[in-house]
């Protein structure tokens, strides 16, 4: 029973703008990079609020999850990254549909700015069952 350290990569999200993996899986877990409002065809950030930006991150973490052969269900825990706190009742209000039960452990920071200029940033850390 070796330790494996395996990258995942999809077109389903937005690919990496620096010197990091979407995700990467060790073992059973699969730890999913920082995901921003992009959208993954257009290669642009998309369109709409802080309502808006936060599905697109859920779907872009979805997408990276699916392609470790997860599911959102599976995640234990996230870290949501902010720059406006004011923002927050909106964030939850989109993130509860991707966790609508037993959602994951979580982390809400007000930074003072991220990637392209975007208001919400996203990571999580999910677990792969063993087929």
């Known amino acids: 029973n070796h330790m494996q350290k395996k990258i995942i990569s999809t077109k389903n999200s937005p690919g990496a703008i ?3 993996s979407q995700a990467v ?3 059973n877990l699969i ?3 920082g995901q921003i409002p992009i959208d993954p065809v257009s290669g642009e950030v998309v369109k709409g609020g802080i309502y808006e930006q936060t599905r697109q991150v ?3 973490v979805k997408g990276i999850l699916e392609a470790g052969g997860t599911l959102m269900q599976n995640v234990l825990r996230t870290t949501i990254f ?3 706190m004011d923002d927050y009742s909106a964030v939850n209000e989109a993130y509860a549909q991707y966790f609508p039960e037993n959602p994951p452990a979580r982390s809400t920071i007000q930074v003072n700015r991220l990637p392209k200029d975007v208001n919400i940033e996203i990571d999580a850390i999910a677990f792969t069952v063993s087929s």
């Open 18 to 20: 620096g010197p990091y």
């Open 25 to 27: 899986s060790f073992n």
């Open 31 to 33: 730890f999913v990079s």
């Open 58 to 60: 859920l779907e872009n």
């Open 82 to 84: 902010l720059t406006n």
